[in-house]
């Protein structure tokens, strides 16, 4: 190592470790933050030091600094900004020049610089290392991945089984600890329409209220208890997002992935927490990420190298996993319809495959929202749900700037919001769910066109950019801030009983938990204490692990690999979604991404081949 090299990274770890400790604010000044905690920082300071001059004598390229830095700046500051996001006041303030937060920005800017530049020095190593075809490198994968790719066979079927068993395992303790399983309000909604208490409307997902009246008639069918009958769903659902799990880590096996990636990618499906929760959990949201990563693992192996005689299976399944993203969230439509049009202008030597996935699916949803929303009734939703931004900025101008409305301003506010009206929405206003505000604005929304609407709300943005934008931010920060932690993590109670809907279940109630679920709600693990929890608590953060999508794409990208970018196209466009959402970073939405996340991760670590020849294949 050169002395330059431990000058920088010494540097870097001072202001890292400054970072680091001074994490939680700069209110008492900055050197409060080192009161009882000396020692610590000194062993910090000293791990980060030798870190960062053993990468730096590695002497990575220029063009892994020419990412790394950038990103690690852009890392730093949306951290900032989200931390200043989601304290009290949900503003900007922490960005404010002071001795903290320039110690917070380039300490926190210099961990994540250096922590990607190893990445991708890593990744480069061990893609010259799988292109020279070093010898042995085979001989590492291991029985399981070895019996899981063998062609046929009921050795290769045992492995399969084997898998799918010890998946379902991981989640059994989740089942028992909240027996019978947990069902969300949302859930409740289709269950009432199913029993005639309503008229089925498209605010709930056709498919899974579909879902839900196979289940209601299998429970009249066989007079099953209310317990049992959740009993019966939750254990399809974990059954089911084992089945999509194991086709995950059979094909990730296939693509002849390394065993410490298959190993990886197993131990995340099978034990990260909100993945688990989920499998026992009557919601939209477990079928959707199901159906999802079966989606992303159709679309690798359609966008594999040229073979002389193509697989068909992947487009027969990419076209069915398309179908039901469509169905199962009403953001589905938007990914799947979108995706195929990007697919098919980015690979253009599957443009035909795409155009004709993307005529079929259009013909079997037209046939969906046509005959049969006639045949069951189907009545449009709150139109409220697609407008959360605009009517969460609206709360904010309306609570921050009070005395600067004009007549005209108020009249507006008063017709959109017509039970706090525009003296007391702002009172409403909560930065990072909009339900408040949408049920206020829901009551006399069809009073006004949408010309009308747009009109005035424009008016007020325009004057008021800052809160605006501010209102922006703050409702999407749980989705691109690496700290995304979101006000709603996971369900972990009983549901049993929703008057509004008319509906009661027999199930345990959330009264007196005892047990280990007793103990869970006591801790609040999946409310939010699993935020002290070390590495745990950025796993189950819906931006934190974004960004790992992020990362996995820029290795992708500078490795030109066209079929790993491909499955990155859906899954930043079903993200972008999430922003027009009710709830910042809430984890059940960011589900699909999450349990895809070992698929991009596989492709990563895996071989592409030679930048010239992806180029030819591809034009």
Known sequence: MRVRHHVIAGAGALVATGAIFAATGGQDGLLAA???????????????????ARLLAAEPGR???????PLGALLSLTELAALSLQSEKADLSALDPTAWAAVRLVGVAYLAAIAVAAVLTAADRRQARLLRAEAGDERRRGRVIEGLSARGGRRRWAWIAAVF????????????????????????????????????????????TVIVQLWQWLWDLFGWSDAFAVGFAACVQLLTTSAAFTFVLVR??????????????????????QISIASVSVLKDTPFMSAFVVYAVALVEILKPARPRPARWPWAVFLVAGIALCALRSNGVYVVFLSLIVLAIAYRRHWKGFAAVFVATAIVWALVVGPFYRAVGMQPGPP??????PLQQLARIAGEHQGELTPADVAFLDDVFADRGAERIGNAYNPSVSDPVKADARENWDDRSMSEFLVGWWGLVE?????????TLANTAGWWSPNGISPHTMMRYHTNDVPSRGLSLDIPANDEPSGLRGLNTRVNFFGGAYQDVPVLSSLMSAGFVAWLWVIAAVILIRRRDGRGLGVVIPTALMWLTFFA???????????????????????????TAPVAEVSARDA
């Open 63 to 69: 063009s892994v600094w020419a990412w790394s830095v």
């Open 34 to 52: 080192w009161d009882g905690s000396s020692v610590a920082a000194v062993i910090v300071c000293a791990a980060l030091w030798f870190a960062g």
């Open 252 to 273: 990730i096996a296939a693509w002849g992935a390394p065993r410490w990636v298959w190993v990886a990618s197993a131990t995340w499906l099978a034990l990260l927490p």
């Open 165 to 208: 068993a010890g998946l379902v395992l991981a989640r059994v303790p989740y089942w028992l600890v909240w027996w019978p399983g947990l069902i969300s309000f949302d859930s409740y909604r289709s269950i009432s329409y199913v029993r005639g208490l309503g008229p089925w409307e498209s605010y709930e997902p056709v498919g899974h």
């Open 384 to 389: 409220t749900e697609a407008y959360s931004l």
């Open 581 to 607: 959402g009710p709830v910042s970073g809430n984890t059940r939405y960011a589900l699909a991404y999450m349990a895809a996340f070992p698929i991009v991760a596989a492709i990563a670590a895996g071989r």
């Open 463 to 471: 004057r008021f950019p800052g809160s605006a934008v501010t209102a």
